[in-house]
Every structure is written in C-alpha cells, then in structure tokens.
C-alpha cells in the first residue's frame, strides 16, 4: 500500500497522462502521499482521486499536483515559490524537492498546524509554513518565481499578480460554477495569461478559519 511499487505505479500513471517532466516525476515518486491523508484512506492514497482532508478541504489528485507544478516548472528551475492552501501540506512537500525554497500558507488553523507538523516530520526544511489569508499573497517574500494556488479564486488576482517576478509563472484554477486552469507569466512588458484546462477545487475563501 505504501511501498515504492505503489509509488512506481503511480508515476508510470502519471506518464501515461502526459506528464513528461522527470524532476516532477521524481519529486511525486519521493513524496509519501500516504502520510498526508487519515489513515482510515491510506490505501487509497496513490489513486488518482482527491480526498478529503476535514474542514471541506481535499488533497487534490496526484495528477493535477503534477500537472500544476510541470506548467509551473517549464523545464526550468525554481528558485522562490509562494503556495497558496497549504492544505495537508503534500502538493508543498513536492514543491520542496524541485524549488529552492517554498512558502505556503494556510488559513484553516488545524490544516496549518497538521501540515507544519508533517513537513517537519519529514525534514524539508526549505519550506516556510505560514498561517495566513493567502489571497493578497505574502508581499514581504516577494518577488516569486512561482506562484501555485490550490483553491480556485472567483478572478485572476492582479495583487498576486504584482508578487511575480519577471519571467515568473502563477498557476491557478479559476471561476466558480465552471473552472479553469490558467497560466499567467509575467514578461518585462506586462503579462501574459493562458486558459490551460477545465478543473475542479474547492473555492478560495477570505480570513483565517
């Protein structure tokens, strides 16, 4: 259930859904996805399903984890990456192994502690755990490579847009009843946003929980 064949499984998987970065791969494949839901859904932890975490909050599918952060990547490295939903901490705990250094906050308090405590557990000590309305981003760790949001926002956020650096890229579900997954990268002469693909998430609320 938890082995590295379960894991190997879940990676050939992924393959054959069209991700083709290596170094993402690698990072799902390191990633023990099982620590981060309730024991009770451990078997189910390497299916390509989301599940739920308490708080009507999800761990989102390993494909769209992958799927998310290979747009994010585009075959390059990451230096500063900001997550925002920090969640059960799993998509920061692969973010970990393929960015220098991770921010990610979380505004449920419980999720927070849970996530700040696996991460540790696990020792990725390039992650900052923050307990925080993500919407307007973390001005003060700006500017950012990377920018990854795991609840899908009603529009795109021109305050998260600022925080990117240039050349950066955000990826985000947008929209409400209907979702999409968009791309926005910021150029020296301003930005440019691509609608990828249809998603499902949870929506992105305002406060701390």
Not at 46 to 60: A, E, G, K
Request: proline share 5%; charged share 25%.
């Amino acid at each position: 259930m938890t082995s590295q064949r379960t894991r190997a499984r879940m990676v050939e998987r992924l393959r054959e859904q069209g991700i083709r970065d290596e170094v993402v791969l690698a990072a799902m494949f390191e990633t023990p996805r099982h620590l981060f839901v309730d024991e009770a859904l451990a078997s189910r932890a390497y299916d390509d399903v989301s599940l739920p975490i308490n708080f009507n909050q999800t761990i989102s599918q390993p494909y769209i984890v992958a799927r998310m952060i290979e747009v994010l990547r585009a075959g390059n490295p990451l230096g500063r990456v900001l997550e925002i939903g920090t969640g059960c901490g799993y998509q920061a705990a692969v973010l970990a192994h393929v960015a220098k250094e991770v921010y990610t906050m979380e505004r449920i308090q419980p999720l927070y502690e849970r996530a700040r405590k696996q991460l540790r557990d696990l020792k990725l000590r390039n992650v900052s755990v923050r307990y925080a309305d993500g919407s307007a981003g973390l001005p003060e760790a700006a500017p950012f490579d990377g920018i990854i949001m795991a609840a899908a926002a009603p529009t795109l956020s021109a305050a998260l847009r600022e925080q990117l650096a240039v050349g950066g890229r955000m990826v985000l579900p947008v929209g409400m009843q209907e979702q999409w997954l968009y791309l926005v990268e910021r150029e020296a002469g301003g930005f440019r946003e691509t609608r990828l693909e249809p998603v499902k998430f949870v929506p992105l609320l305002m406060g701390k929980g």
